[in-house]
C-alpha cells in the first residue's frame, strides 16, 4: 500500500502563489511517475504536471510558464510551484503517482484564487 499526504493549498489572490507538497510513504519500490491534477466543480479531473517514466515533464497548457514541478526523490515528494495564479485555477488538487502498474491518489487540498 501507498499512501499520500498533500499540503499546501489555501486561499489567495490572483497574482499570488502557492506551493504544493505530495509526500508519498509505504511500498514505493518502483515508483514510476509523480504528478498533479486538479479538478473545478463541474468539470472533469484535468492533468496539471507530471514527471514521466523517463523523468520527463509534462504540464498543460494553462499552466505552462506559471507553474513547476520538482521533486526529491530521497524524500518521495514532489511539489506544485503555483506562480501568478489565476482565478480559473481554483480547484481540488490531487496528488498521484504510479507504482508499479497501480495509480495512486491522494485526498486532494484545495486551492482557491480570488479575484
Known amino acids: 500500500q501507498v499512501q499520500l499526504v498533500e499540503s499546501g493549498g489555501g486561499l489567495v489572490q490572483a497574482g499570488e502563489s502557492l506551493r504544493l507538497s505530495c509526500a508519498a510513504a509505504g511500498s514505493i519500490f518502483r515508483l514510476n511517475t509523480m504528478g498533479w491534477y486538479r479538478q473545478a466543480p463541474g468539470k472533469q479531473r484535468e492533468l496539471v504536471a507530471v514527471?514521466?517514466?523517463?523523468?520527463?515533464?509534462n504540464y498543460a497548457d494553462s499552466v505552462k510558464g506559471r507553474f513547476t514541478i520538482s521533486r526529491d526523490k530521497t524524500k518521495n515528494t514532489v511539489y506544485l510551484q503555483m506562480n501568478s495564479l489565476k482565478p480559473e485555477d481554483t480547484a481540488v488538487y490531487y496528488c498521484?503517482?504510479?507504482?508499479?502498474?497501480?495509480?495512486?491518489w491522494g485526498q486532494g487540498t484545495q486551492v482557491t484564487v480570488s479575484s
Open positions: 498521484k503517482v504510479l507504482v508499479g502498474p497501480v495509480d495512486y
Open positions: 514527471f514521466t517514466r523517463g523523468s520527463n515533464t
